[in-house]
């Protein structure tokens, strides 16, 4: 990826909220999102800056607002668009006073889904996930021998994605306990999981794979995904086909998509562990060796209600890192996904998985945090968790820094648990 | 289901085609589909009618073109509309004139995807398969412990649906012999999956579980269905999480959706074999005891390139009957996948899964007929198969009889697959 004047980390802009040392969005980022002012059902695109949001039609920049059109664009487009946003929104541009009425203030619009999904997939890169569960589900089996070999992956459900902040309902389901019949019931054992999601722009045609040193051109951006979990639900339902309903009645994706371009500065070598099997050659290619990793911070934050109540702020439960938690690349991922011939579509989402760090306390979830529910984690105010009760929030917020480069932020993605209507 | 007058088997049409013994659309059918005339781009409802195409919308009894809107009418509607279209196609119908201008010859359209597909799950409802595959996959652990518990489900791809006809390559993917590190290659263990395909009429809200007793208002109708499927990669690939790449690459889907109105004089009593545990109650309800299964014939046939090219007519390789091979009903599946607050959406397409009879001749796959390639089959001309060859083409039909009413049947769902392109 080309480091371009777009990231020099001197550019000001003449949103004042985007100079500020703390913002996620300055205007060396420039995420994509969908939005709408209150008393509008249609939705737009937005570009965040500081604590604003800019209409892209009403630039000029493009003259629609389907956001999974603009993610179509050749990458040649849209490295343009991002050059033309870049220059409207820097200090002593012409654009400035045209600009400013296509701004509206970040908090008083609504933030959707970033784009409609098509088709939903969830890999499985996180190999310290995949080990540590694999050991409670499987311990005498932890990580399968095909895990070093193929980029795990399975369908998901769009229909169920959620745009950040919207609340779901606890799920019921089949539980089976070790010497008892299974019954229907409230999930016990409620988890989130710590993933990116990843957008595709650029889609491919039926029966043509596309090559991994292509692949990153199909790529438009990426976005904080939660992909809540019922764990007692999945342990029973899993097997063979794989987890079900224990995943597809929520998942939560943030707002806006950080795009690939913004990223530039952020990728770090590859390097598969040693001893560990080479890629087969579809999967290898010199780029991704350099520079496949992306360094993006990843923490996740538990409120619950009582502390929101009380005023305490969500306490940091888990931090860890894309580049270390993650055995398999975006660029990998791709070119597996379609090297059978399938045909991805713009806003299609890749779920990564589960983004553990290699450490305990950097766990993904609360399955690997308290060890399927052996052990509790303690809230500010004396509370204790084994799984998430009702009320509580969970956001993940994500961000890479770099020296000599300005931080940049991914927002937030974040659902509060409701309780479920009494039984029908 | 109520038997009305719509299914009085002496009901003639002015449209002759209709009123052949052997059609699979007489007017106690009426299946919608989508159609485009040459030179059309845009897609319309259409119902089938002997060997004829009626337009929906130029009857007036629609004023629009959108399938999914149709199929989210309340049953109520759903109901009247096929009354209307019943009423206005018999024979001394007022309406014969006006409908005349409104019919295309089926042959001369082109039938496509019957609605657009949301999201699609794949369920694995027949238990002589699942009991069969279990035994070449886990010889020691053939029907898992949850079989008789679980709805067995899992999400798919909606973007490689296809619509019959719709030709695909031979895909590729990852193999792995016992003794050999895996590599990519062309499968060599190309199968079909004789499944039907339950299309969702009314969807749910997030949250809001469908009970089983009000399960079929949300079903719109049933169409032929086949998962097309690479064994090997399959094997190497499906776990923890569950086949892939070895599915996603392309289904077929047949063009006309036979509704569940159609199929009522076709059901029949669900009765669970002595000994297995009784459905939890919300997979339970005396109309499902009562008629939840369907009396569906179906039938897999198989002609090669050679076998095109002689003049030979496709040969039936199986026959099976979807009230004998499957465990769970359609209303099972919908109160399943919902009881967790899921929301289905129009359009929303359930595979039933491989509908295998009990006898070996009765499998809806090579993997079963030929015991995972250990015997083959022989064809007219002499040709033999284990696994499907570039050229081969497979047809699905399918139909219902009973005496005293029209035989219906389900059209054709057909595809042949092609060479791979040089691999790149």
Redo the contacts between chains.
Sequence with gaps: MTIDASHDPALQSWVESANAADTDFPIQNLPFGRFRPAGHDEWRIGVAIGDQVLDLRATGLTDHTDMNRLMALAPDERRALRRSLSAGLQWGSAQEKAWRAALFVASSVELGLPCRI??Y??F?VGIHHATTV?TL??PDNPL?P?YK??P?????????I?ASGQP??R????L?AADA????ALTQRLDFELELGLFIGRGNR??E?I?ITSAEEHLFGIALFNDWS?RD?QA???????????K???STVSPWIVTMEALAPFRRPFVRPEGD?QP???LDSEANRHAGAIDIELEVRLQSRAMRESGIPAHCISRSNFADAAYWTAAQLVA??T???????SG?LFGSGTLSGPRPDQAGSLLELTQAGKQTITLPGGEVRSFLEDGDSIALVGNCSRAGFRRIGFGRCEATVEP??AM?
């Excluded at 090297?339 to 579509?345: D, E, F, K, Q, R």
Aim: one cysteine or more; a positive charge; hydrophobic letters at 35%.
């Design positions: 098509g088709d997939t969830d499985y694999g589900f499987r399968l095909n070999w193929v795990i992956g399975y369908h998901g459900r769009a229909s169920t959620l779901f309902t799920p019921r389901g089949q089976k019949a299974p019954r229907l039926l029966g794979a090559p019922a639900m029973w339902e899993y097997q063979p086909l794989g987890p079900f309903l224990s597809n009645f929520a099997p087969l050659p579809y597996h996904h090297v059978n011939g399938c045909a991805l579509t299609d479920s209507p029908g």
